[in-house]
């Protein structure tokens, strides 16, 4: 594509007045401005066929193949030109997806002696999903700067926008230093745990639990057990994915926040040589993936939880933990992330959860309500600030006793801030380990 630069427009429209005056001032001499008009056609015309071609202009991108969820990156497009480039050339690039080019989406690149250059644009991942670089156009001026010369470059370049892992990347030298207490080596844990390893002279500091009578009275001296972590538990991660967990909660949907906080949870386990699964549901099951280990057990859970789409459908429970429940073949431990907006489908989720508790653990992760809770504790300064803030407390109030009915049909339950949610799953998840209740 050929067409004119501002230049251009404006010599062209600057000829008209010219004319004018010399038709006015100079009657006899009115064909001038028309031959004004045909030199600037004229110069359009040699800068087009001077300078670069069309077809020898050609552009290569670059970027992450994923990237995570809030994120800023790059793409980098690599510019070639043939025999008499231009000094600069334009490069714009369209995507779709969940991105945003807050810089814009034109980047300028400078042109060396050898016909190349590079220009990049920074894109930003605001959401969860699969975006798509689908084309490129490279734009450059002729040697006289009338005419732009643009080529458009079909591409096919999917980026990943995967959950938050930043967590994870950022704790994963305290996670390693954890193995004092569960490493990936088997290590003994003395009184704790629940695969026996040894006996062993009772020492002070032991539990006295651990104690084996019979061969202490056999051998006249205390005996105690020992034990170490047991492995290969199953822990499935349910994500409620409904209308719910969609809103936004200090600036980020609840289901990201949830997301993240159960990749963190999944590495963890994996390095603790546990099997890992996935669950998504609101109205009907959404994502799946039986309990998993191994070193590429963490990139197929992170590529499954970024499938995990925003939905606006209401929570099946019934269904959704009814299926659950069926693909285990085993005891597992079941994290479930959700929010109940009232007490009416906080009583179905009670129900579905009464039905897992005779053979599997359950183990509840819920955020808390930061803004309910300034609205309680705010200072009333007008009338609409006291009625907001008996809602909120009324709210609040039904909130904590679901949590509590929750905690005497004997489920565990994890309440915490939006950005401390993934290390206090973390911190419940190996204190049950610890005490062997998976």
């Known amino acids: 594509m ?46 087009a066929l001077t300078g670069a071609g069309r077809r020898q202009a050609r552009v290569e991108c670059e970027g992450p193949g994923a990237v995570g969820v809030g994120e800023t990156f790059a793409i980098v497009a690599h510019v070639g030109f043939g025999p008499r480039p231009p000094a600069a050339a334009q490069v714009a690039v369209g995507f779709s997806g969940p991105v945003s080019a807050p810089f814009g989406w034109r980047a300028r690149a400078a042109i060396d002696g050898d016909g190349r250059g590079s220009a990049t644009v920074v894109l930003h991942a605001e959401r969860r999903g699969t975006a798509r670089l689908e084309t490129t156009w490279l734009r450059w001026t002729g040697p006289l700067g009338l005419l732009w010369k643009q080529r458009e470059l079909g591409l096919d370049q999917p980026v990943l926008v995967t959950p938050d ?42 539990d006295r639990r651990a104690i084996d009578w019979k061969q202490s009275a056999r051998h006249t001296e205390l005996i105690a057990k020992e034990y170490r972590t047991e492995r290969n538990n199953n822990i499935v991660i349910a994500l409620d994915a409904g209308r719910v967990m969609c809103e936004p909660l200090d600036g980020l949907p609840r289901i990201d926040r949830a997301v993240s906080a159960a990749l963190l949870t999944a590495f963890v386990a994996l390095r603790d040589g546990d099997r890992v699964g996935l669950f998504a549901f609101d109205s009907r099951p959404r994502a799946s993936s039986r309990p998993i280990a191994g070193p590429r057990a963490f990139p197929i859970l992170q590529r499954i939880a970024a499938g995990i789409d925003y939905s606006t459908h209401e929570t099946n429970y019934t269904l959704g933990l009814a299926t659950l429940a069926s693909g285990l073949n085993r005891r597992s431990l079941l994290v479930v992330f959700t929010e109940f907006a ?13 039905t897992l508790l005779g053979r599997h653990l359950v183990l509840f992760v819920v955020l808390r309500d930061e803004e309910l809770e300034a609205f309680t504790g705010a200072e009333p300064e007008e009338p609409e600030d006291v009625t907001r803030a008996v809602m909120a407390a009324g709210l609040l109030r039904e909130r904590r006793l679901v949590l509590t009915r929750l905690r005497h049909l004997g489920v565990h339950v994890v309440e915490a801030a939006a950005d401390a949610a993934g290390p206090a799953l973390v911190s419940a998840y190996l204190d049950l380990k610890r005490r062997g209740r998976l």
């Open 165 to 206: 892992i930043r967590a994870v990347r950022d704790r994963s030298m305290q996670l390693v230093n954890r193995d004092a207490m569960h490493g990936q080596i088997a290590q003994l844990q003395v009184g704790e745990g629940a695969e026996f390893e040894a006996l062993t002279d009772y020492r002070q500091g032991m």
């Open 342 to 354: 009232d007490t009416i489908s906080a009583e179905l989720m009670l129900n579905a959860v009464g």
């Open 2 to 47: 050929i067409y004119p630069t501002r230049r251009t427009v404006v010599a062209a429209a600057a000829v008209a007045p010219a004319a004018l005056v010399i038709g006015l001032l100079v009657p006899a001499w009115w064909a001038a401005g028309l031959a004004l008009l045909a030199l600037l056609i004229a110069l359009a015309g040699v800068d």
